[in-house]
């Protein structure tokens, strides 16, 4: 009779320890599907903040330029877009646009560039040399985390002709 009750905790300790390997196996793979998930969320983070870092760079190069600079879309296409902003080269597909309008005027003229593919293209122009302030749109577009999604990232910035001081 002693045998017999042997042999049945051996039966148990087996279903025991397929169960807690069940178990074990579960937890391991949604430990992975959250560290997969946790790497996405990361990478998407990473990509915005690049284009951020994309836009607050292509702001304060406007922001050194002068007036007459920042009005003269020639000078912009050569000077401004021509090259990369740091840390656009972490972005897959980038283009930029930008777009200066005048502000507070009834003047309707705008100033539209865009680069895309390296290369820099001027879409509209106007004469907004004598207005006393500019809103400038600077947006950038990327393909983005998850599943090759296009993003969009802006920014808007008030230029006073003069600075704010003098206004």
Known sequence: MILAQNLNRHGQTIVEAMIAAGISALYLG???TMNGSSMSTIKMARESA??????????ESLRIANWHQVTDSSWLQTNL??????????????????????????????IQLTRSGGLASIVSDAALLTENALKVTWTV?????????STTRQTVAILAKGGVAKW
């Open 30 to 32: 949604s430990l992975f």
């Open 50 to 59: 690049c284009a951020s870092q994309v836009l607050q760079q292509r702001i």
């Open 81 to 110: 877009l021509n090259a990369d902003a740091p840390g656009a080269s972490q972005l897959k597909s980038v283009s930029e646009t930008l777009l200066i309008a005048p502000y507070g005027s009834s003047t309707t003229g705008t």
């Open 141 to 149: 577009n990327f393909v983005g985390s998850p599943n090759a999604r």
